[in-house]
């Protein structure tokens, strides 16, 4: 616009010149005369043609505005109902219009306001402009995530979504490993997936090695004490990223909103699949996946996207073409050293002739025969209570697994298990029975009130229900009143009264006396006695 403004002040502007501009600008050539004539006004029109020019007491949209689009999550007329309510209450300026007040919201926010302050932090995100890394080599930087697999599978008789864990290589966008749990990971699912990330050999194929850094999202299973260990240990560098920056790891993240619409949206169970009717719930007849067979189809999916898939970073490469074209050299670590390094400590115990007690739990081995009284050192998988791994404490060398001793079958298990649903779900009954309140519905503003009136009868018969189970209010202590004391004792006036009367009781001496109760008012030992009836006192 600058352009064609000296052109017309030069006497060089020509109607081709100025129909050509607004073939550009997909605008009228009339238009295009418009902006010319205020931008001869007002120069500052040209930096934005097309926008009416600012005047002198021109609505804007101020601080205030933008917190009550927060509030009202950018309903602009509920916005205008709330301006013309205060300055009702002589709290402010009349609003403009409607329309008006659009025009000022288009005007003074971007896009990346307008959805922020309507859908927060996630919906302004996706207006913003990332930078993208340059391209590196293979191992160079690893992501891992976990993610719930929208889909229901049956594990052990109940529907449950279960967790992916994996890793992936930012190069080449490879799945260099992955480990499925029926429920929520932990640790373990963290150093299951990494054994199958860093081992190249069979079943895990030619994707592995150390990497040299992997970037993690502060999740606290991947910051454990022994995650973080296992990576000092194998000299891999962890880049913990800063909360809720999920661009910061696109590769993974693109791999797990990738999983849902090429993989799990065809499967049976899809949690999110569109349902006739007005509830979305599952038809009764539905037949789920088992465990097995989710993480069976989970792996031939792993296999296909490494082998087949052609990403569009890689320019019509697979993942597995990529990878092998790259000459970078790989650092890889035996079996039994790698298992080593994800095991969790659990300090040293003593080899006694019933084995190695951990957890209050006694572990035995073939190979402890003749060691009792040695020193060893505890590792374990997390969550794998069956089975330690034992070294030498003062070697540090390997000396073999130990199971637990009389474990379980798996009958006996299952019986525990179902004991303790059921237990489970009757005390959460009961407890939602007992926390149970109704109220009732209210057309105006007043306190709630509670449903189910008792009369005054019905709560006196109540009270003294719920009083009669009362062991304190059942106990009667002056029912038997204690024997006297002994002629020789002390006693204040006020207790001997409430003493049986009669003789009193001769002191204790000696193995033949009567057992003797402890007196609560006098404070000493008196023995039982018995009066003319033979009626014990």
Same mark, same amino acid.
């Given at each position: ?20 501009? /607004?073939? %550009? *600008?997909?605008?009228? $050539?009339?238009?295009?005369? &418009?902006?010319?004539?205020a931008?001869?006004? =007002?120069? !500052? ?84 402009v ?18 719930? /697999?929208? %889909? *229901?599978?049956?594990? $052990?008789?109940?529907?449950? &979504? ?6 992936? =290589?930012? !190069? ?28 190249r ?33 194998l ?5 913990d ?16 909103r ?106 035995v ?19 794998h ?44 009954k ?29 709560a ?36 001997a ?40 006192s």
């Open positions: 616009m600058r352009r064609l403004l000296a052109l017309r002040r030069e006497g060089k502007l020509t109607t081709t010149r100025v129909r050509s501009a /607004a073939d %550009v *600008l997909g605008v009228r $050539e009339r238009a295009v005369w &418009r902006w010319l004539a931008a001869e006004r =007002d120069e !500052a029109a040209a930096q934005a043609p097309g926008e009416r020019a600012a005047y002198p007491g021109r609505f804007t949209i101020t601080p205030e505005i933008r917190a009550l689009l927060g509030l009202w999550k950018g309903n602009v007329a509920a916005v205008h109902r709330e301006l013309t309510a205060r300055a009702a209450k002589g709290e402010g300026d009349p609003p403009p219009s409607i329309p008006t007040l659009h025009r000022a919201i288009r005007r003074d926010l971007t896009p990346g306001d307008r959805a922020g302050l309507a859908g927060g932090e996630r919906a302004a995100r996706k207006h913003d990332f930078l993208a890394r340059p391209g590196g080599w293979r191992n160079q930087a690893w992501e891992t995530d976990h993610v719930q /697999a929208p %889909v *229901l599978v049956d594990v $052990e008789g109940r529907a449950r &979504r279960p967790w992916i864990t994996w890793f992936t =290589d930012c !190069a080449t966008n490879a799945i260099t490993g992955v480990a499925v749990t029926p429920v929520h990971p932990s640790r373990e699912s963290v150093l299951a997936a990494l054994r199958s990330a860093v081992l050999e069979e079943p895990y194929g030619p994707f592995g090695g150390l990497p040299e850094k992997v970037r993690v999202d502060r999740g606290k299973d991947f910051l454990s004490r022994t995650v973080t260990a296992a990576f000092d240990l000299d891999v560098t962890v880049e990223l800063p909360a809720y920056t999920p661009h910061l790891k696109g590769t993974v993240e693109g791999l797990n990738a999983v849902e619409s090429m993989f799990l949206v065809a499967l049976p169970g899809y949690a999110r699949q569109p349902r006739p009717g007005k509830r979305p719930s599952r038809p009764k007849d539905e037949v789920l996946l088992s465990f097995e067979d989710f993480t069976a189809r989970l792996l031939d999916w792993t296999r296909w996207w490494n082998t087949e898939h052609r990403p569009v970073p890689l320019q019509g490469k697979t993942p597995l073409q990529a990878w092998q074209d790259d000459p970078t050299r790989l650092r890889d670590v035996p079996a039994a050293d790698l298992w080593t390094f994800t095991l969790e400590d659990a300090g040293t115990r003593t080899l006694t002739t019933r084995g190695i007690r951990f957890r209050k739990r006694d572990y081995g073939a190979w402890m025969t003749g060691q009792a009284g040695i020193r060893v050192r505890v590792r374990f998988m997390p969550h209570d069956h089975r330690i791994e034992a070294y030498h404490a003062a070697t540090g060398r390997y000396l073999g697994p130990a199971d637990l001793a009389d474990q379980a079958t798996e009958e006996q298990v299952s019986a525990v298990r179902r004991a303790r649903a059921t237990r489970s779900r009757r005390l959460k009961d407890l939602e029975a007992s926390q149970r309140e109704r109220y009732a519905a209210a057309t105006q503003a007043e306190p709630p009130r509670r449903l189910g009136a008792l009369t005054g009868a019905q006196d018969a109540e009270l003294a229900r719920s009083a009669g189970t009362s062991l304190s209010q059942l106990a009667l202590p002056d029912v038997i009143p204690p024997a006297a004391p002994p002629a020789d004792w002390r006693t204040p006036a006020s207790l009264a409430l003493t049986t009367q009669g003789r009193p009781a001769p002191a204790p001496s000696g193995r033949e006396s009567a057992p003797a109760v402890p007196d609560g008012l006098a404070g000493r030992a008196v023995p039982f006695t018995t009066d003319e009836d033979g009626d014990a």
